[in-house]
């Protein structure tokens, strides 16, 4: 029996920490709870990015284009 590899479609969310300003626009909109303000670097963290459901309001309501959640495929 051949065990052929199946694709998963994944959400990656990438932040960038040099133009994200720490506002928590990305943790109010995200009806998911993915994004977290780390109080302590002022800037956005996905803490559960696992849970992005790909509505793409984070990359839409971010203030400086910090945000660029993606879809990747991984095949295991």
């Known amino acids: 029996m051949e065990i052929t590899p ?3 479609l994944l ?3 990438y932040i960038d920490r040099i133009f994200c ?5 990305c ?7 993915v994004f977290q303000v780390n109080h302590r670097t002022h800037k956005a963290e996905a803490i ?3 849970l992005c459901i ?3 309001k984070c990359r839409e309501f971010c203030p400086t284009q910090a945000i660029a959640p993606r879809w990747i495929m991984r095949v295991s």
């Open 6 to 8: 199946s694709p998963t």
């Open 11 to 13: 959400m990656e969310v």
């Open 21 to 25: 300003n720490g506002c928590g626009t």
């Open 27 to 33: 943790e109010e909109m995200c009806s998911m709870g």
């Open 48 to 50: 559960r990015p696992h």
């Open 54 to 56: 790909g509505c793409f």
